[in-house]
């Protein structure tokens, strides 16, 4: 262990500039060319590394990298994503920048840092001779957007896994995460009947008014103590003043922390009726991401890595995010997964977007211990 974070920290530099490498190459979910050459610069990457690289093809979406190294036992799943939030050209008004032990770029943090973290574990345990087990690697490219064109092949790798090991972004403080809300987003679509406001009144129906009630009552199912939460975040409708309003509809984002709290809200959601006369409702949408529910196995294999961590001279910490990732498909098919093992840093998706550079070091030999420590526990 100790021989694997003294590579790591002989090693820092080259984490650094692999983060720096993969930065400048922009990489928005929705633009292909980009997010491709992102890949191809993380496969060569890879290769060097020893793995044996195999692309995923997508026609609108960045081609996944999904990538092996052999090993003894049953494999680990390394999963994350290349893909960010920030269009190209982003890098002109918020360029990559070394601030004390900060490196402040898009992506840095979430999470390109996370892949170079990776590629710095599996180099150690190569360099040194170290035990581990087969690691399987998923980088994927539509994390972002809802993983439409990666889930399949997200799954059908955790379910061949021990376990899976996800390189996103650590909790403030280094923090992995054992719990992540599953999400999901309903659309709820009023139709009423148009009228004149001051001649027929009486004759329309108002799909406005109706919407109000409706959300009325969704917000009653939010309960924040428990971790379900409900949010109206856009609403649209109406015509003029004048007139009775024909349409209106509203866009939820909904939050829970159990299967069961999820199926709950999912079955309110398509049970709604319309409270007022000659009114409509159309509900569409659900979860999208189950919840990280932390399971015995999670908690087991927090565990694991807590040892890992003292044997390294730290305290590990555990918590729980409203955030999904894709840790949340592999946990939901009940394989162990461990979640935040990427940078320490802050600012996902914002402008102030950074890692801790210093941190780095320690986090490779954390994910290579682990890989290390479920090789013989395998
Ligand atoms: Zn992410």
């Known amino acids: ?82 893909d960010t939030v920030w269009p190209v050209g982003t890098l002109e008004r918020m360029p990559l920048r070394r601030d004390g032990r900060r490196l402040h770029g898009p ?18 345990l190569r360099d040194t001779g170290t035990a581990h087990p087969p690691v399987h690697m998923l980088w994927t490219t539509d994390e972002e957007i809802g993983s439409g064109t990666s889930r399949d092949a997200i799954e059908a790798a955790a379910r061949e896994a021990a376990a899976v090991l996800v390189l996103e972004p650590a909790l403030p403080g280094g923090a992995l995460k054992t719990a992540r809300k599953g999400c999901g987003e ?3 679509d009023v139709h009423g009947v148009a009228a004149h406001a001051g001649v027929d009144p009486g004759k ?25 939460s409900v949010n109206v975040g856009a609403i649209e ?12 509809r509203a866009i939820v984002d909904v939050r829970a922390p159990t299967m069961a709290d999820a199926r709950t809200l999912d079955s309110r959601f398509r049970a709604l009726q319309p409270l007022r006369p000659g009114t409509r409702l159309t509900v569409r949408g659900g979860f999208e991401r189950p919840p990280l529910e932390r399971t015995p196995a999670v908690a087991h294999l927090f565990s694991i890595a807590r040892d890992v961590a003292s044997v390294l001279e730290r305290d590990l910490m555990e918590g729980a995010t409203g955030g999904g990732s894709d840790g949340n498909f592999t946990a939901a098919l009940g394989v162990p997964t ?20 210093e941190q780095l070091p320690w986090r490779a030999a954390l994910v290579a211990g682990l890989l290390h420590r479920l090789a013989s526990t395998a």
């Open 1 to 82: 262990m100790r021989q694997l974070l003294d590579y790591c920290e002989s090693h820092a530099g080259t984490i650094v500039e692999t983060i720096e490498a993969l930065v400048r190459l922009e990489s928005p979910s929705t633009d292909k060319a980009a997010v491709d050459r992102c890949g191809r610069e993380i496969a060569g990457r890879l290769r060097a590394g020893g793995a044996r690289v195999e692309p995923l093809p997508r026609d609108a979406r960045g081609d996944h990298l999904d990538a092996r190294i052999d090993g003894t036992g049953k494999p680990v799943l390394l999963l994350g994503h290349f």
């Open 186 to 188: 309903f659309e709820i």
């Open 237 to 248: 409708g109406g015509s003029r003043p004048n007139v009775v309003a024909e349409h209106a």
């Open 338 to 357: 461990l979640d935040g093992l990427g940078p320490v840093g802050d600012g996902a998706h914002a402008a102030h977007e950074h890692v801790d550079v």
């Open 107 to 124: 992506g840095t943090f979430d999470m390109k840092a996370g892949i170079a973290i990776a590629l710095a574990a599996i180099a150690a």
């Open 204 to 228: 329309g129906a108002s799909a406005i008014h109706e919407l109000a009630a409706q959300i009325a009552v969704i917000e009653q199912w939010q309960d924040l103590e428990r971790g379900v």
